[in-house]
């Protein structure tokens, strides 16, 4: 079975200085910070301290007992080699000022694009629990826990994938409706 921890689980996990968990988000994470940090103007050694130091904020974070992340661990990652990253090429003075940056980093957009992808994860985690049972799990077995149609048919009792897979793309459409219906109601358009 390929099932991977929930992320709140692998926060647990890394707080207790799990070296399981350390591998999975190296392996998840690793190459998107290595290209940020390579495209602009750094190296593979760079990249690999960047995510060192990023897993180190995230795990004193986790560590403090407090810590609630409201987005993906990836994306907190990102974020957090980003700044970082950005913080290091002004150390090094490869830039005179901030504002050199602005042609490497879309810091503004960045952040604008970061808030709208929080608001939209939101508002799918309000829809996912609006969506009610079996939708959910059986929509979390097939995105989040990565099962085949077939497994899903037989751990929900459907009678084959064919029926499972009909089933998920009609759970889909209700989630997609509830979606879209709060964020109308938001106003978020």
Same mark, same amino acid.
């Given at each position: 079975?390929?099932?991977?921890?929930?992320?709140?689980?692998?926060?647990?996990?890394?707080?207790?200085?799990?070296?399981?968990?350390?591998?999975?988000?190296?392996?998840?994470?690793?190459?998107?910070?290595?290209?940020?940090?390579? /495209?602009?103007?750094?190296? #593979? @050694?760079?990249?690999?301290?960047?995510?060192?130091? =990023? %897993?180190?904020? !995230?795990? *004193?974070? $986790?560590?403090?007992?407090?810590?609630?992340?409201?987005?993906?661990?990836?994306?907190?990652?990102?974020?957090?080699?980003?700044?970082?990253?950005?913080?290091?090429?002004?150390?090094?003075?490869?830039?005179?000022?901030?504002?050199?940056?602005?042609?490497?980093?879309?810091?503004?957009?960045?952040? /604008?694009?970061?808030?709208? #992808? @929080?608001?939209?994860?939101?508002?799918?985690?309000? =829809? %996912?629990?609006? !969506?009610? *049972?079996? $939708?959910?799990?059986?929509?979390?077995?097939?995105?989040?826990?990565?099962?085949?149609?077939?497994?899903?048919?037989?751990?929900?009792?459907?009678?084959?994938?064919?029926?499972?897979?009909?089933?998920?793309?009609?759970?889909?459409?209700?989630?997609?409706?509830?979606?879209?219906?709060?964020?109308?109601?938001?106003?978020?358009?």
């Amino acid at each position: 079975m390929n099932f991977e921890p929930s992320e709140s689980k692998l926060l647990e996990r890394l707080a207790q200085n799990d070296r399981e968990v350390i591998g999975i988000l190296y392996r998840k994470n690793f190459r998107i910070i290595q290209s940020l940090v390579i /495209t602009n103007n750094g190296t #593979n @050694e760079d990249a690999r301290d960047i995510f060192q130091e =990023s %897993m180190v904020v !995230l795990y *004193e974070k $986790c560590r403090q007992g407090n810590f609630e992340l409201n987005c993906q661990i990836s994306t907190y990652l990102y974020s957090v080699a980003k700044r970082l990253w950005l913080k290091r090429l002004n150390q090094l003075k490869k830039f005179d000022v901030l504002n050199d940056t602005a042609e490497y980093f879309d810091v503004n957009g960045d952040l /604008t694009d970061h808030e709208q #992808n @929080e608001a939209s994860f939101r508002l799918m985690e309000i =829809s %996912m629990e609006k !969506l009610g *049972e079996p $939708c959910r799990s059986l929509l979390e077995a097939f995105y989040l826990q990565k099962k085949g149609m077939q497994e899903i048919a037989e751990d929900f009792g459907y009678t084959n994938a064919d029926n499972a897979k009909t089933q998920k793309y009609k759970c889909l459409q209700r989630l997609k409706k509830i979606f879209f219906t709060q964020k109308k109601l938001v106003g978020d358009d």
